[in-house]
């Protein structure tokens, strides 16, 4: 089996990239390092691992056949829509676009890193896989909303069109050991904040939801999705639902912190809700999450007292 992951050097390219190495796969990384970088995959020594700095919004050539592709490039988090607004929606579109132009090529199966951020802020909850979202296509977050939402129709016209095997994983929260310190996404902040002893910052009143999903859990269900055979969006998340100030107050907890909570505005069009409906992932994939949220949140936390000393 020889795969290809675009964003190769982020958080979940690069356990994506240690997994299909385990299950003896050549695997090649490609990333231009916007928002990975190499020291997520510099422990790996393996004939089988290849990495080539690459912007796939740009042609891709690869020598030789591929079995898969794997669409994980993307910055995907707050700071990121701010930051690179402009480079977020050429990825969805233009990288999307190219990534699918080599899989047709290659004859191999395409699966999309889509997201639960398709479903904007929900009106209907928790999300199934036919709810069409509520996405403010002018907002600060749209810039990835509609990136994901029109590389999904993409996928799908390459479906339909040119008959390519497809695969598109909505991907609600994912947090782990390689998340980026600087990440903007709840996890990372509070962890950080809670260890060097700063206040945990919880926008609006805390009340809004999300569901967590250790990233073990999250690269079996994207294995098992490879080995489907259905085009239509699959979540993969934690259905386990807990609120934003219920994460701050675990976080301090399994720190140790004596970090206090302070409550800033709610950011334009924040969700208030989020929680996937994983029916048809237990149905079709025989997968659910096993890691306890707390287990997860132990694990990163040790990853980031690391990072932290070592700076």
């Not at 002893?197 to 490879?226: A, H, K, N």
């Not at 950011?267 to 994983?278: A, E, F, M, N, Y």
């Amino acid at each position: 089996m020889r795969v290809l992951i675009t964003g190769g050097a982020g958080f979940i390219g690069s356990h994506l990239a240690d997994f299909l190495l385990g299950k003896g796969a050549d695997v090649i990384a490609l990333d231009n390092l916007l928002t990975g970088t190499t020291e997520n995959i510099e422990h790996i020594r393996s004939d089988h691992f290849t990495f080539i700095k690459h912007d796939v919004t740009n042609y891709i050539y690869i020598a030789g056949p591929l079995d898969y592709v794997l669409h994980f490039a993307s910055p995907a988090s707050p700071i990121d829509y701010l930051e690179l607004p402009i480079q977020t929606l050429k990825v969805g579109a233009l990288g999307t676009h190219k990534a699918l132009g080599l899989a047709k090529e290659k004859r191999a199966v395409f699966l999309l890193a889509s997201t639960s951020e398709v479903y904007g802020d929900p009106l209907s909850h928790p999300q199934r896989e036919d709810y069409w979202g509520n996405v403010n296509p002018v907002g600060p977050r749209g810039v990835y909303d509609e990136a994901k939402r029109f590389a999904e129709a993409m996928t799908m016209a390459y479906h339909r069109f040119h008959g390519l095997e497809s695969r598109i994983a909505r991907i609600f929260n994912t947090y782990g050991p390689r998340i980026r310190i600087r990440d903007g996404r709840a996890i990372p902040t509070f962890i950080t904040q809670a260890l060097r002893g700063e206040p945990l910052t919880v926008y609006g009143d805390g009340s809004q939801t999300r569901s967590f999903c250790y990233i073990d859990d999250l690269v079996e269900g994207i294995w098992r999705l490879m080995h489907a055979s259905t085009p239509d969006p699959v979540n993969l998340g934690n259905p386990h639902e807990m609120t934003l100030l219920d994460l701050a107050k675990r976080v301090i907890a399994l720190t140790g912190s004596s970090s206090e909570i302070v409550f800033r505005p709610l950011p334009t069009d924040d969700p208030k809700v989020r929680q996937p409906d994983i029916s048809r992932a237990r149905q079709l994939l025989h997968w659910e999450p096993r890691v306890d949220v707390d287990d997860g949140l132990r694990r990163t936390i040790e990853w980031f007292q690391t990072k932290l000393n070592a700076r």
